[in-house]
């Protein structure tokens, strides 16, 4: 069974500073990854993906994820936080058989970014 | 403006009470789905569709139905057998088989019982 697994449930970073939030996953076959953020009372906005090539993907809002098969890791990177970016993150995978492929997430990080 | 929408934002539910969950998309999307979001535990899938007329059991479907009569719609029923209803409930769609898995999310609805 596929899972993703985002090992902090809090990630504070002051502003100005880079940010990371953590994510592993397992997969069967080759992964598709995902990352989305919700702010409160809202739903998920799509960020970025990675489906194949370049291990690093960028996404909106200055966002970019490096992508390592190896380390079966899938980190949000940002290199300069801004206090709007608080918010919750979530990861997802999903395996890149054909036909219909579940999309689990990970249970969400919390990003504080101190002003 | 291409999206989902959702209605209500806030629902309020009695005991023993069934409601319905409206999720409309104009994407053109084949594929629709239903979450449910609790503190700390992530998001949990209660049912998909793939295609107009057919919707297939998630995770967490106990308690909960589901119809797919038209490609624009996914109305999720909570019904009095779900014990535990109060929660945030997202739907989403996606391209469906042929797309990547990327999937759009509407704005949810908070689900309260009184």
């Known amino acids: 069974a596929q899972s993703v697994a985002q090992p902090e449930d809090q990630v504070n970073v002051a502003e100005g500073n880079p940010l990371t939030v953590k994510c592993t996953y397992s997969v069967s076959g080759n992964p598709y990854l995902f990352w989305y953020v919700q702010y409160p009372n809202r739903g998920l906005q799509f960020l970025l993906k990675?489906?194949?090539?370049?291990?690093l993907v960028k996404g909106s809002y200055g966002f970019e994820a490096e992508f390592n098969k190896s380390q079966t890791s899938f980190h949000l990177k940002k290199p300069s936080a801004l206090v709007s970016d608080s918010a919750l993150y979530f990861c997802a995978v999903r395996d890149s058989g054909g036909g219909y492929q579940k999309v689990t997430f990970g249970t969400g990080t919390k990003l504080q970014v101190i002003p | 403006d291409g999206g989902i929408t959702q209605s209500p934002k806030y629902l309020f539910r009695k005991e023993g009470q069934n409601v319905t969950l409206s999720c409309e998309q104009n994407?053109?999307?084949?594929?629709m789905y239903w979450y449910r979001q609790d503190p700390g535990q992530g998001l949990r899938l209660i049912y998909y569709?793939?295609?107009?007329?057919?919707?297939q059991k998630g995770d967490i479907a106990e308690g909960y139905s589901v119809s797919r009569e038209k490609k624009e719609s996914f109305p999720l029923t909570v019904t009095s057998a779900q014990k535990n209803p109060t929660a945030f409930y997202l739907c989403a769609s996606s391209m469906g088989v042929g797309g990547l898995g990327e999937q759009f999310f509407g704005p949810g609805t908070r689900l309260t019982v009184l």
């Open positions: 569709s793939q295609i107009v007329n057919d919707f």
């Open positions: 994407l053109n999307h084949d594929a």
């Open positions: 990675y489906i194949t090539g370049d291990n």
